[in-house]
Nanobody, 126 residues
């Protein structure tokens, strides 16, 4: 089992930045591809960004491309999401996820991930 804990959420104004972290523990060898998802009130959970096992490949949803950057430090079992130029529509609960069987950054479906964190709230005021 892999346990994931997100941190770094908060309340910011539009145009500001936040950096989310996701710390993995347990059998971290099972955390291959990892990703960030988000869920706004009344909406379905959506893919935000993904990163490959080695960290060399990344993918992003069109809504965050150019503003968000995903990265990971495997030595510290931690994944990050740097969010710049935040907009009110970025307001959501952000979840980190890890896949046991997928190694690439292109896993954009929630069903491709086996482990999930509890989520961290990001609120962007306009």
């Amino acid at each position: 089992q892999v346990q994931l804990v997100e941190s770094g959420g908060g309340l910011v104004q539009a145009g500001e930045s936040l950096r989310l972290s996701c710390a993995a523990s347990g059998r971290t060898s099972g955390a291959n591809a990892m990703g960030w998802f988000r869920q706004a009130p009344g909406k379905e959970r959506e893919f935000v960004a993904g990163i490959s096992r080695a960290g060399g490949a990344t993918s992003y949803s069109d809504s965050v491309k150019g503003r968000f950057t995903i990265s990971r430090d495997n030595a510290k079992n931690t994944m990050f999401l740097q969010m710049n130029s935040l907009k009110s529509e970025d307001t959501a609960v952000y979840y980190c996820a890890a896949s046991r069987w997928t190694y690439t950054s292109r896993a954009s479906q929630a069903s491709q991930y086996d482990y999930w964190g509890q989520g961290t709230q990001v609120t962007v005021s306009s």
